[in-house]
Each structure stands twice: as C-alpha cells, then as structure tokens.
C-alpha cells in the first residue's frame, strides 16, 4: 500500500490548519485551471474563428468552427476523469492533482505560440484541436481532485463552506481572464488579430508556477489516509479491491446518475454567462464586448462571496434546500437574460449578470463538491466526483456550439436557447429533489455505501 504523505493528526488545531492550507491549495489551483479554461472559451467568441477557421463570406462559421473545437475538449473530459479518478482513489489526490494542472497549463501555454492559418495553413487548427484534448484530458480529473482536497480535510459541520473553495477559484479565475481578456480587446483590431490575444495565453505561465508551486506542498487527506490504514488491516481477500470504476458502477449506480443530472443543469446555465452570452451580445446587440467581458468579472467578484456564502448556508440548511434555490432562480432569470442583452440596456446587463451567476449559479455550484463528494465511498469518491462532473460534459461541450447554431438559423432570437436551458435546469432540479440529504454523511466509509446514499 502506498505510504500515508503525512503523518496523523494529532489534534483538533492541527487538522484545522491543515485544512486551511488545502482548501487554499484547491482554491489557487482551480483558479489557474479555469483561467486557462476560460481564456479559451473567450477567444473562441472573440478571435478564434477569423484566425483558425478565416470565412469571409460569413464570419460567425467561423465562430461556430472555433466553438466545435471548443467542445472536442470536452469529448477528452470523461476519459480524464476515468483515468485520473482511478489514479486518485488508488494511489493519492496529490499526484493526480499535480499531473492535471501540469497538463492543462502547458498546453495552455502552447496554444499562444501557435502561428495561425494564415502563417502555416491546415497545421494550425490541427495543433489548436490537438492542445485543446490535451486541456480537456487534464481538466477531466481536475476539479475532482481539487474539490475532495477541500471537502475531506474540512471539519464535518463545514463540509460545503471548505467545499465551496474549489468553486471559488473558478470565480477568480473568470475574474483575470476575463479581466486581462477586457484589456487587450481595448486594443487596435490589427494589434488584437495579430498579437495581442496571445499574451492571456502566455501570462498562464507565471498562474501555473505559482499553482504547481502550491500543489507540491499539499499533502494526502485524513479521509485516504484512514481508506488506506482500513484496507492494510484487512485479510487478504478481504482487501483485494475492484477497480474504482467497477465499484462505483455497482455500488453507486443512482448518486452518480443523480449528480450528473444537477451538473446538467448547473453547467448549461453557466455557459449562458460565460461564453454564450458574449456570442450573443457580440453578433446580435450593439453592447460593446468589453462591456459584456466587464459584466463577466463584475458578476464573478460576487460570486466568489457567494460561493462560500451558499457552500456556509448548506452546512446548515442542507445542500439540496441550496441547490434547489440556485436552480428556482435560474428558471426565473433565464429568458430576461436575453431580452436585456437583446434591448441594449448596458446597466440592466451588468444587474443581470450579476444576479444570474452570483445567486443561479453560485448556489447550485457552491454545493456541488461537498454534496457530489459525500454521495459516494472515499475509495470510488475521486472517480465518481469526477465522473458526475465529466459525464455530462460531452453534451455540454457542443453547447456553445449548438446554441451559436441556433442563433445563426434563427437570425439572433434566443428564445431557443433559453428554452433549452429552462428544461436543463428543471431536470437538475428534479435531480436534487430526488438525491439523498448528504450534509451529515461518514466521508471516511471505505466500500458500503451510506444509508444517505443509497
């Protein structure tokens, strides 16, 4: 058996401060994940397809093109999570954590190196295709890892609020790349095109470092730790384990389809504010795009309070009465989302905005580490945390793609899109009003599934 990274906590001081050091660790490192991500999906709207897929017969093919490529990552995604889930739940969440965030940065960085269509013809989109499988390979155990870190060092009352740290990072990292996105779209179109949409790529350098830098000195969770003392102690037969993935199939077959149907429904949601929104205000409203790359950030700072403000909340109240709110809101600002996008009402846009992702999202995706987590045994949990998360992330990934689709047959009406989303919400409502109540389940069960999660 692989030996324990750390030794036993001793005391109740002591595994809070551990505690601390790995939801912050989670936190940097899903931050320099998903400004990696994010600055993909940004330049997928803005640069990408006059660049990789030139159409000058009707530029927003081009758009479609480079969201097509956009959703190839998310094809890698389950692969990912199979692998580094099994990874995770043998050997250890740090190794695995390392390995993914190395993967999606370098690819990331390599992606601003590489010339365009015009410089090197058909070899441009091909590398473009090949770094975003290596990205999407990367994230597929990556947000797994990063949220287990956080939930299985966090003291049982505080589960969700140590949970919501990894969801925190995913706000701060919209913030700088949407952030550093809204500074070079400040720049002359030719300097844009030619330059400029290459530096966000580029600084991820010194994010990775510093994110790497964290991640080295994170140590395994007192969860796998007891996982691995359990399974020593057992016979021989007795301790002859399936593997993670098989265990979770058999023994965990609901919880998962459960949680895959809340990401759903969160996921979708998301993509309106992050990437289908700027599409959409960019091709269809005379918004100026800094302005909508601005309302991105503006709603991100506030969710990165919200975040831990819903994770805090579901400790007490329980994670489905939060998911559940998140997604009634959801349903009730979805199709005014488009209607003040497609007004040009600028201040309506950064209210809108804020209030979507800082209450919608922010509650169902602020619980989602504790309660996907607490689904399932500590020896399937990195498989089957990530599984829910990547699964669904097949479809999601040709959303952008589909809902650009829609817009262009429809000549910019939304209604489609919002429709689409109103029904992705309710099946991840009806998903949590099915799922067990989770907050005060045993994270360091080894096999059995709880009574919760059955």
């Not at 890698?76 to 190794?95: E, N, Q, T, Y």
């Not at 609020?161 to 925190?168: D, E, R, T, V």
């Not at 706000?171 to 952030?179: C, D, E, K, P, R």
């Not at 497609?342 to 580490?369: F, H, K, N, R, S």
């Amino acid at each position: 058996m692989a030996q324990s990274a750390i030794a036993p906590v001793v005391n109740e001081q002591e595994r809070t401060a551990l505690a601390k050091r790995a939801a912050v660790a989670s936190l940097v490192g899903t931050a320099v994940e998903w400004y990696d991500y994010f600055i993909f999906s940004t330049a997928s709207a803005l640069v990408f397809g006059d660049l990789f897929f030139p159409n000058e017969d009707d530029p927003i093919m081009g758009t479609l093109s480079a969201f097509a490529v956009f959703g190839v990552g998310f094809l890698a995604r389950p692969l990912g999570g199979i692998v580094f889930g099994h990874f995770g739940d043998k050997v250890g969440r740090k190794a695995a954590l390392v390995t993914t965030l190395m993967m999606m940065g370098g690819s990331t960085f390599l992606i601003g190196l590489i010339p365009t269509t015009g410089q090197i013809g058909v070899l441009a989109p091909i590398l473009l295709v090949l770094m975003r499988l290596i990205q999407g390979f990367g994230v597929g155990g990556e947000w797994g890892g990063a949220s287990l870190v956080a939930v299985e060092y966090a003291p049982a009352d505080k589960r969700g609020a140590y949970g919501s740290f990894p969801q925190i990072g995913n706000a701060v990292g919209l913030v700088l790349s949407t952030a550093v996105f809204a500074l070079v779209s400040m720049l002359p179109e030719d300097q844009l095109f030619s330059w400029g949409w290459r530096l966000p790529f580029l600084l991820s350098a010194v994010l990775i470092a510093v994110g790497l830098f964290i991640r080295f000195r994170l140590t395994e969770t007192p969860a796998f730790q007891a996982a691995q003392e359990e399974l020593e102690q057992q016979s021989a037969e007795q301790a002859k384990e399936r593997m993670p993935i098989a265990e979770l199939f058999r023994r965990f077959k609901r919880p998962l389809l459960l949680a895959m149907g809340m990401r759903l429904g969160e996921a979708v949601f998301g993509y309106i504010i992050l990437t289908i929104g700027l599409t959409f205000a960019e091709n269809y409203t005379d918004i100026p795009r800094t302005h909508v790359l601005v309302a991105s950030s503006v709603a991100a700072a506030f969710a990165i309070y919200t975040y831990y403000f819903f994770g805090k909340l579901s400790d007490r109240i329980g994670r489905r009465a939060v998911f559940i709110l998140g997604s009634v809101a959801g349903l009730i600002v979805i199709f005014p989302f488009f209607w003040i996008l497609d007004a040009d009402a600028l201040v309506l846009t950064y209210v809108i905005y804020t209030v979507a992702y800082a209450i919608g999202v922010g509650a169902v995706y602020g619980v989602e580490p504790a309660f996907f987590a607490e689904l399932f045994s500590t020896k399937t949990r990195y498989t089957g945390l990530s599984l829910s998360a990547q699964i669904p992330s097949v479809l999601i990934g040709l959303w952008p793609l589909a809902s650009t689709a829609l817009l262009a047959a429809t000549d910019g009406d939304p209604w489609p899109i919002a429709l689409i989303t109103v029904v992705c919400l309710l099946i991840g409502l009806v998903c949590a009003v099915l799922a067990p109540e989770t907050n005060k389940a045993d994270m360091t069960r080894v096999g059995a599934p709880t009574e919760e999660a059955r």
